[in-house]
């Protein structure tokens, strides 16, 4: 195990938990202010890949394939808030929980009517593929570094938005006393409306974003789904900040456990063994962590009480 | 005048007589559970429609197909397969697509007397112990086509692959599968979670690995995303694969990354026999796209059913089980037969990803393995 590949992996966990953060932003989000469990978020991930690749299929451009998955993904957002997620928030979670379950079905299946049933394609545009030559000699794909910068970008922005901005003094409010803010004159259903389909947006970008490198499919949200739960419970529900922590920590955690325990384990094991053992190890290492994290901070690293 | 009508009045009652004769007194009832929704369904609809197919053509063969969807789900196959046992009360189910499914309905079907025709799943617990007289596997045994893999790179003289599969039961067959025809030494062996979508950490442990080729199972979208991400990461060694990866269904979502790429299969649209030929023009006609392996599958297993029912009568089992296995019909993949284990025996070959005009698909460069039957033939005993 080299240094340069120790670096390379520690590049591939920055873009998977980058990745990552931009999901669990708008769920985190969402939960933070209006207390609501969004179990459809992966279907505006998947929305969003679909509407990027059908754009770019139809207009080659992938910019233009970008634009159209943070439009369609906010606007299916906001459809769904203003339509059914509205009549939720004063409901208990189960019922949450099962509203959003039934409209992941929906969506899924609606999908698959209007694209069929085979995955689609989107790929890289060419002036970002192919691999560049990092100092010291690494040869890494030029769309991941992209992708790297684009998240912290777009996290940078978030930051901005929430920390500067009267629209962020107003989200911030929302999720400390939302009765306070309608009476202070602030229109929440607005509000709601907004921060639905802001994270939804993020959530359509990342589709796109991640599509271009693997498979635009019905179905392709729910594992991503899985995995933002994750780091939002590690990072402490509602907060942005911890979403981004936890993103990177289960990022790299993921892709270093991956690459190296089967090695480890070769250390004082026999090979097939310390393979078996070492992948299987691997892949629960990012719920380790997070049963790790919940012991000792109960509501996650910057979870408020 | 009168006389041409009139002859041609008798050769259509001469037609109808055979076609009824040859339709037995009853017909038969199939249940087809596949899946229909959700993320696998490219599959179970391409099985549906070659098996639908080869129905249509056989004209009235007294076939009634009972179609239901599993949405890949093992609880779901098993209560349909309950339905159309009890109330529907079909004779022969067929359609299952994943192995993990084909667990769950196969060994009670086949208990209860009914006859099963696997169109794709044939895990390895089917075909050695739990192997039975009643259960016929039309595609293959799971390992072939990894089988086939391993023995064209030994051949091909390659020293040092990197194998990936996904850590399940069917990864770590594949795996073996792939092992027990390439012995030599092997660059890295990497098993990767379930339904993973990126695979940056596994290319750069291929890239530092020093192997000089790469085989991987992936099915579905692993498969997509690992073949982008491959191909954009500059790695450019030799990959190898089964045919699953690399099928019609899938091939225009992975591009061009794909070109160049080998697949082991048992059947290729180009496979040069009459059979063949004709199913890949029937089936662009009648549904405007090209088939794909599942869609041939379902086409064969179609035909097997009707090369049976011509020679025998479903309530005779013994003897509808023999005509069966005798296996006389003409499949798309030129010569078939049933190993002892109700096994395909078949030549494997070894496909090449290329470009025709527009459309992205493969060809036939050579054969992998020929006549290759299957290694759990003498753990089966029936």
Not at chain 1, 191 to 204: E, N, P, R, S
Not at chain 2, 83 to 105: E, F, P, R
Not at chain 2, 251 to 265: D, M, P, Q, Y
Request: charged fraction near 15%; hydrophobic fraction near 50%; glycine fraction near 12%.
């Amino acid at each position: 195990m080299s240094s340069l590949l120790l670096f390379e992996q520690v590049l591939n966990g920055l873009q998977l938990g980058v990745m990552l953060f931009l999901m669990a932003a708008g769920l985190t989000l969402i939960f933070g202010v209006m207390g609501l469990i969004n179990l459809a978020h992966g279907s505006l991930y998947m929305v969003g890949a679909f509407a990027a690749a059908a754009v770019a299929g139809a207009t080659g451009s992938f910019l233009l394939a970008l634009a159209a998955s943070l439009a369609a993904a906010a606007a299916a957002g906001a459809v769904i808030e203003v339509g059914v997620i509205r009549r939720l928030y004063d409901r208990d979670h189960l019922d949450q929980v099962l509203a959003t379950f039934a409209l992941i079905l929906i969506f899924s299946e609606g999908t698959r009517w209007i694209f069929g049933s085979f995955p689609l394609f989107l790929d890289v545009p060419d002036y970002l593929s192919g691999p560049v030559t990092l100092p010291g000699g690494i040869q890494y794909p030029l769309y991941r570094l992209v992708i790297i910068l684009a998240g912290l970008v777009i996290a940078a922005g978030l930051f901005l938005l929430i920390g500067r901005t009267r629209i962020g003094i107003q989200i911030r409010a929302g999720e400390a006393d939302r009765e306070m803010i309608a009476a202070l004159g602030i229109d929440i259903t607005r509000l709601y409306t907004l921060v639905f389909a802001l994270g939804a947006a993020l959530a359509g970008l990342a589709g796109a974003l991640v599509g271009a490198i693997q498979s635009v499919q019905v179905g392709m949200g729910e594992p991503v789904l899985i995995l933002a739960f994750v780091v939002i419970v590690i990072g402490g529900i509602g907060s942005v900040k911890g979403a981004f922590i936890g993103a990177l920590l289960v990022g790299l955690t993921d892709t270093l456990g991956r690459s190296f325990l089967p090695g480890l384990f070769g250390l004082f094991m026999e090979p097939s063994a310390a393979t078996t053992v070492g992948s299987a190890l691997a892949s629960m290492a990012i719920y380790i962590l997070m049963a790790g994290v919940l012991l000792f901070r109960p509501k996650g690293l910057f979870g408020v009480a | 005048m009168k006389i041409v009508k009139s002859i041609s009045t008798a050769a259509v009652a001469a037609a109808l007589a055979l076609g009824a004769a040859s339709a037995q007194a009853e017909g038969v009832k199939v249940g087809m559970i596949t899946t229909l929704s959700g993320g696998g369904a490219g599959l179970g609809i391409d099985a549906r429609d070659g098996f639908m197919l080869a129905v249509k053509q056989a004209g009235d063969a007294g076939i009634e197909v009972i179609i239901e969807d599993d949405q890949r789900k093992p609880d779901i196959a098993v209560q349909l397969a309950d339905k159309m046992i009890q109330s529907d009360k079909v004779d022969v189910l067929t359609g299952i697509i994943w192995s993990n499914l084909a667990m769950a309905v196969v060994p009670a079907a086949v208990a209860q007397g009914k006859f099963y025709l696997s169109v794709n799943a044939a895990p390895s617990a089917l075909a050695g112990k739990g192997c039975n007289p009643n259960y016929f596997s039309v595609a293959y045994q799971n390992d072939n086509l990894h089988e086939a893999a391993g023995a064209y790179l030994a051949n091909a003289g390659y020293k040092k692959p990197f194998i990936l599969a996904p850590n399940y039961p069917a990864g770590k067959d594949s795996l073996t599968g792939f092992k027990r025809f390439y012995t030599g030494e092997l660059a890295g062996e990497v098993y990767t979670k379930l339904g993973q979508t990126d695979y940056a950490a596994e290319i750069a442990q291929i890239r530092a690995s020093g192997a000089d080729s790469v085989f991987f199972f992936l099915p579905g979208g692993m498969g997509i995303s690992f073949m982008k991400q491959y191909a954009d990461s500059g790695v450019d060694l030799p990959v190898v694969g089964p045919a699953f990866s690399f099928d019609q269904g899938i091939l225009g979502a992975v591009g061009e990354a794909a070109l160049g790429v080998k697949n082991t299969s048992q059947w290729s649209k180009d496979i040069d026999n009459a059979a063949n030929k004709g199913f890949v023009e029937t089936f662009q006609a009648e549904y405007g796209r090209l088939p794909s392996l599942y869609a041939a599958q379902g086409f064969d297993t179609a035909n097997l059913l009707i090369s049976a029912l011509a020679k025998a009568d479903i309530s005779d089992a013994d003897a509808f089980r023999a005509a069966l296995k005798a296996a006389e019909f003409d499949s798309v993949r030129g010569d078939f037969s049933f190993a002892p284990n109700n096994h395909p025996i078949q030549d494997i070959y070894v496909r090449e990803v290329i470009k025709e005009g527009d459309v992205i698909t493969n060809k036939i460069v050579g054969v992998a393995i020929e006549d290759r039957s299957n290694a759990y033939v003498d753990e089966c005993k029936m």
